[in-house]
Nanobody, 121 residues
């Protein structure tokens, strides 16, 4: 399974960005996809996840109501729409694939390379 994340960049607080994660076909055999992020000097943290089949989603409390995860099964691509961005959202964002509905990064088997999101105040 190969994952390619893109869409990061520099944005002002209150702005929006959309991240994309293009997955190889084998990713569809997994339960679903998740987004994680890692800020400088901090542990990697769960952001959101989605099921390929049902489309069911789950979010971290810190992003609920601001971020939306979605998928396009025809394109094997998962998106993370990020609105009302805050400086504390600054991090490298990673997409990952898992066989389970989980927020535990240890249970994600495949990872993309990460894309940097910087939110200026």
């Amino acid at each position: 399974v190969q994952l390619q994340a893109s869409g990061g960049g520099l944005v002002q607080a209150g702005g929006s960005l959309r991240l994309s994660c293009a997955a190889s076909g084998r990713a569809r055999s997994m339960y679903g996809m998740g987004w994680f992020r890692q800020a400088p000097g901090k542990e990697r943290e769960f952001v959101a996840r989605i099921s390929w089949i049902s489309g069911s989603t789950y979010y971290a409390d810190s992003v609920k109501g601001r971020f939306t995860i979605s998928r396009d099964n025809a394109k094997n691509t998962v998106y993370l729409q990020m609105n009302s961005l805050k400086p504390e959202d600054t991090a490298v964002y990673y997409c990952a694939a898992s066989r389970r509905a989980t927020t535990d990064s240890d249970e994600y088997d495949y990872w993309g390379q990460g894309t940097l999101v910087t939110v200026s105040s």
